[in-house]
């Protein structure tokens, strides 16, 4: 069985910097594209960034474009999200995800993804 498991989270001031890590044991890093995702209390989970398969394509969510940044290393099976300029409205569990088979159209939807870490918590605050 795929397992994921994040780090990385914490409790940081507005404008600062956190990376969170995601790693996938159990199966092949490579053939499997992988996401973030978050979920503030009494929210639903959205959709942050991901990477396809390949790694040569990601995607990110509008309210953290340009601050956000997805990056994988496949040798290492290892995902991270830097996260740049934080804001108290970033304030969320963060989880990643994983799937072999998920297409492009749908890789903002959570629902279709088979596998799911713990999550990890970020907290922006004075």
């Known amino acids: 069985q795929g397992q994921l498991v994040e780090s990385g989270g914490g409790s940081v001031q507005p404008g600062d910097s956190l990376r969170l890590s995601c790693v996938l044991s159990?199966?092949?890093?490579?053939?499997?594209?992988m996401a973030w995702f978050r979920q503030a209390p009494g929210k639903e989970r959205e959709f942050v960034a991901a990477?396809?398969?390949?790694?040569?394509?990601?995607y990110y969510a509008d309210s953290i474009k340009d601050r956000f940044t997805i990056s994988r290393d496949n040798a290492k099976k290892v995902m991270f999200l830097q996260m740049n300029s934080l804001k108290p409205e970033d304030t969320a569990v963060y989880y990643c995800?994983?799937?072999?088979?998920?297409?492009?159209?749908?890789?903002?939807?959570?629902?279709?993804?088979?596998?799911w870490g713990q999550g990890t918590q970020v907290t922006v605050s004075l």
């Open positions: 995800a994983a799937d072999s088979r998920i297409i492009a159209s749908s890789m903002k939807e959570p629902e279709q993804y088979d596998y």
């Open positions: 159990g199966r092949t890093f490579s053939t499997y594209a």
């Open positions: 990477f396809r398969r390949t790694g040569s394509n990601a």
